[in-house]
């Protein structure tokens, strides 16, 4: 009998591990839990119904980081540009919008000025533009049309040369890279490097100053690459989605925190499990933690998020050590939107 119920106990036990193995990452016995935040904004609803919003990054106003903007896409129909209260003050509707970065400093018409760019899944192209700092508005500024990969995330990168890139992901595991420049039309783009990753690709973060590009493939893991086109394709990989990761499938958004002395945070989004992994900056890229957002007094959790960005900035009151910001999957107003939350909840 007792022999019988042993043997039982292990059966049980074996279902149990393989239920884990199933629902995602295995995690270390010894791991700190989940940290829960929650959120001091949300945006506006994304104008569309259904899985809708996707991506966001964020503008610093350069006299009053009060007046900085959230840029976040809309990938039925454009991009949507909020105030840090989450109000929605422009649409720009161009397209299908999939993922959306920028960059500050690119040399257009005389003058330095913040360049965005997102994936235009509707005809696969680059979508281009600069912000207006005094309007605070979105101005397409395109010399033509870019075709590139079937495209599907992108983010940028400024090389410590100050060269612009544009860098796209696709489903079929392929980067593209183009250097961006401006032609006496607008701004135009040129192919420097193409590579094959593995399988579906989306989120993808570069690390302007220690000159690293991380691409995450949805159902495998993180990867590392030099973000520089000529450099060595070599590959190194971060963490992994299954046994012995902090990932539960899908990986999406990527994003960086920028701390001094090439210090800081890579955080990505754990879609499977609603959760976001943090880790070191620099050397390796070691795992610190998981954090999740959930319900707070005025504003719902965020589940299932695709797209996220952070920044260390001072944004004023609100937001003094600066703010992480992630897609919301369900809001409970019916339609997607962002979540911000303070970073200083999340890295103290």
């Not at 086109?229 to 971060?238: F, G, H, Q, S």
């Amino acid at each position: 009998m007792k022999f019988q119920i042993g043997f039982l106990g292990l059966i049980i036990s074996a279902m149990l591990s393989v239920a884990c193995v199933r629902d995602g990452a295995a995690r270390n016995e010894n791991a700190a839990p989940v940290q829960d935040v929650v959120a001091a904004v949300e945006t506006d609803p994304v104008n569309t119904k259904g899985d809708s919003a996707d991506d966001a990054t964020l503008w610093v106003h350069a006299s009053d980081p009060s007046l900085s903007l959230v840029i976040g896409t809309d990938k039925k129909s454009g991009l949507a540009v909020y105030d840090l209260s989450g109000n929605e003050i422009q649409f720009v509707r161009d397209g299908q919008m999939n993922n959306v970065d920028h960059r500050d400093g690119f040399p257009l018409a005389g003058k330095n000025v913040s360049l965005v760019t997102a994936s235009n899944r509707s005809n696969n192209t680059i979508a281009i533009y600069k912000i207006d700092a005094d309007t605070r508005r979105l101005e397409n500024v395109a010399a033509a049309p870019v075709k590139t990969i079937d495209a599907y995330g992108s983010c940028m990168y400024k090389s410590k040369a100050g060269k612009f890139y544009y860098i796209v992901t696709s489903k079929q595991g392929v980067v593209e890279q183009y250097e961006l420049f401006e032609d006496g039309k607008g701004v135009s783009a040129k192919r420097v490097r193409q590579f094959k990753v593995g399988s579906q690709l989306e989120g993808c973060v570069a690390d302007d100053e220690l000159g690293y590009l991380y691409v995450g493939e949805e159902d495998v893991g993180i990867w590392k690459y030099s973000a520089e086109p000529d450099a060595e394709l070599l590959k190194t990989k971060v963490d992994t989605v299954g046994p012995g990761g902090n990932l539960v499938a899908d990986v999406e958004g990527l994003t960086i925190a920028y701390e001094s002395d090439g210090k800081g945070y890579l955080i990505a989004s754990s879609q499977g499990n609603s959760t976001f992994a943090v880790y070191k900056r620099e050397g390796a890229n070691d795992y610190v933690k998981s954090f999740r957002i959930v319900r707070g007094e005025k504003i719902d959790e965020v589940t299932e998020t695709d797209g996220i960005h952070v920044t260390t900035a001072n944004l004023g009151p609100l937001f003094p050590k600066g703010v992480f910001i992630a897609q919301d999957g369900l809001d409970d107003k019916g339609r997607q939107n962002f979540k911000l939350v303070r970073w200083d909840l999340i890295v103290q």
